[in-house]
């Protein structure tokens, strides 16, 4: 994808969101934005082929993108390895608070079943980001098993904040905390567990 391309679909992005609160994700809504941004409505269907699912999919990236610059400005080095994950996730949280009934109207659109695949490989990246970044090199089962309760603990994260009326969201980073440390003790049995694992595939018994 070409800087320009991201470019323009972003700029459509940010237009819909002005009016996906009040009509939710509609493709007309799409084409209209690619018109505000002085755009051919066609655009819109350039930019995004598989329509609400590519805007939504580009929506998500936009959104782990603003995570990331706003990383930037925290040295993990700093932090235990449960604040890093936090503050990754919290990160996420303050890209989208100006954006909440958009992500509750895309959370919607995620829950039909022939969609869920798509909606878990976002989070998945979602996780990928925040690991890096809090440092992980881990390549072996670790990799997997750390991206697959962080996933976890995102979705749960927000779908709780998406009926969290509390001031500054203070009930969701409680929660959020509540969370990882719940997840810290799972991942380190599952840790302890490996080590009772066979190594190398049992080789068949002969007949």
Known sequence: MTDSNQQIKDQI??????????????WDIVKQAAQKTGHDPAMADAVFPEKI??????FSEWADRAMM??????????LKIRDRVQKGVEARLDILSDHKESVRAASAY??????????????????????????????????????????????????????DKSDNHAKT????????????????????????????????AAE
């Open 53 to 58: 699912d590519s805007i939504l999919t580009h």
């Open 173 to 204: 980073i409680e929660f959020l905390e509540r969370r990882i440390g719940n997840v810290l003790t799972v991942g380190k049995a599952m840790s302890g567990f490996k080590k009772f694992l066979p190594t190398r595939p049992c080789k068949k």
């Open 13 to 26: 992005l940010l237009a819909a969101l002005e009016d996906v609160p009040f009509d939710g994700w509609q």
């Open 69 to 78: 610059t706003a990383l930037e400005t925290i040295d993990p080095e700093n």
């Open 110 to 163: 995620w829950a039909h079943p022939l969609r869920k695949k798509t909606a878990i490989k976002q989070v998945w990246r979602t996780a990928d980001h925040i690991w890096h970044w809090a440092g992980d090199t881990a390549t072996d089962y670790n990799h997997y098993t750390k991206r697959f309760l962080l996933s976890g603990v995102i979705t749960s994260t927000f779908l709780f904040w998406l009926q």
